[in-house]
């Protein structure tokens, strides 16, 4: 099996109010064109800077929209082929992680990541031919080193009870149990969904950050693939399935500068101590003498587990302050995500998976349609893409058939 590194970009937002209201100096530059990211120490101008080199070094200048078409495209389109996939931004509080994830509608070069990835997986469920699919959305948070379910009848309400709150398996890797999953058919299904999870999750002001992400987030697409064309010798349909991972990680920070006191402090603690289990796990994986990797350090790395040594393609965002009084953070950063690119992955494409829901509702539809045209006096119902028409009729069948049966 082909393996391949993580993918690891920089990207350095501007200078912030704060920033300039301080007078800070910029120490950070980066050559775009050779993927370097340079950073110099502020009261050593004659030292040489320290230079890293990634797949991708965005400067102040550059876009979302560029990070994804040049990075971000080639994963998620290996998604909608049956490839897992992960990406996620990695950085100090403040650095621009939720910025580079979630973006801003205006102007619309700074999108970002997430729902330019709805946008490009509805586009490739549209352009397929003779393939049906089937998307499914979670979307979690780790707060406090407890899991809530975003999506949940009750989001503030950590998940107990449940033993082992992650579960492992052979096909599916680690999962949360009984954690809600969502069907949706269209990107504005996908929005409404992200933006219901959004509002729940655990943010809190602190001097860096006055909407500062107190929790790390992971929002799922898992999509199921049947391609009609290809069939094998039994003539059953070929399944595929792939998983796309979107994940805000809660920033580093240090109480001497974030103010952090009572609560806060205490979700700094824990949102500190899962990033070092993070920086433990990158470590022991490029250090090639680990017989051991400690994944079960933390809630986070266990469910990364796939994305950072496993059956995954991984691209990782290391945001950067430009400015000189967070230098020793962004030099960090570059330490944290110059250690990630040599992390190896091998990737395969999900195919045949044992637990697909495509291939239960096919059957299911098959003998509904079966019965509905019994109901009705016809001879066929008309089915289009199994994420559009193909469900709403297997809903509807099911509505009639109660019916009847009442």
């Not at 099996?1 to 100096?25: F, G, H, I, T």
Request: some cysteine; glycine content about 6%.
């Amino acid at each position: 099996m082909a393996s391949e590194c993580v993918k690891v970009v920089a990207r350095c937002r501007p200078m912030n109010d704060r920033e300039r209201e301080l007078k800070c100096q910029a120490v950070v530059a980066m050559d775009s064109s050779r993927g370097q990211c340079f950073i110099r120490k502020p009261e050593g101008a004659e030292e040489t800077p320290k230079q890293f080199t990634f797949d991708g070094a965005y400067y102040i200048d550059h876009c979302t929209e560029q990070i994804y078409n040049e990075i971000a495209y080639p994963l998620v389109e290996g998604v909608t082929e049956g490839y897992n996939g992960t990406i996620f931004a990695y950085g100090q509080t403040g650095s621009g992680k939720s910025f580079s994830m979630q973006g801003v509608p205006d102007p619309p070069a700074q999108r970002g990541i997430i729902p330019r990835a709805f946008e490009h997986v509805f586009e490739s469920i549209q352009c397929a031919e003779n393939t049906k699919f089937l998307v499914r959305a979670s979307y979690l948070e780790i707060y406090n080193e407890e899991i809530r379910d975003l999506l949940g009848e009750d989001t503030k309400q950590k998940m107990v009870g449940l033993c082992p709150q992650l579960k492992e398996h052979p096909d599916r890797g680690v999962y949360v149990r009984a954690l809600s999953q969502h069907t949706v058919h269209s990107v504005a299904e996908c929005e409404k969904i992200m933006d219901t999870g959004w509002k729940n999750r655990s943010v809190g002001y602190t001097l860096m950050n006055k909407d500062s992400s107190r929790s790390h987030s992971i929002f799922t697409i898992t999509i199921e693939i049947c391609t009609t064309v290809l069939a094998d010798e039994n003539g059953e349909d070929h399944l595929r399935a792939g998983k796309l991972n979107l994940v805000d990680l809660a920033g580093s920070e240090r109480q001497s500068k974030t103010g952090a006191t009572g609560e806060r402090l205490k979700e700094a603690t824990k949102i500190n101590l899962s990033l070092s289990a993070l920086g433990n796990v990158i470590s022991a994986l490029v250090d090639g003498k680990s017989k051991h990797i400690p994944y079960r350090d933390s809630k986070l790395t266990r469910l990364l587990q796939d994305s950072l040594g496993g059956n995954t393609k991984t691209l990782m965002v290391a945001c950067l302050s430009p400015a000189d009084n967070n230098y020793d953070e962004s030099l960090s950063t570059l330490r944290y995500a110059n250690r990630a690119k040599n992390i190896k992955n091998k990737p395969r494409i999900n195919e045949d998976p044992k637990d697909a829901l495509l291939r239960e509702f096919q059957e299911e539809i098959k003998k509904l349609k079966s019965m509905l045209a019994e109901q009705l006096d016809i001879k066929e119902v008309p089915g289009m893409f199994f994420h559009n028409n193909e469900y709403r009729l297997y809903c509807c069948a099911q509505q009639v058939m109660e019916a009847g049966h009442h």
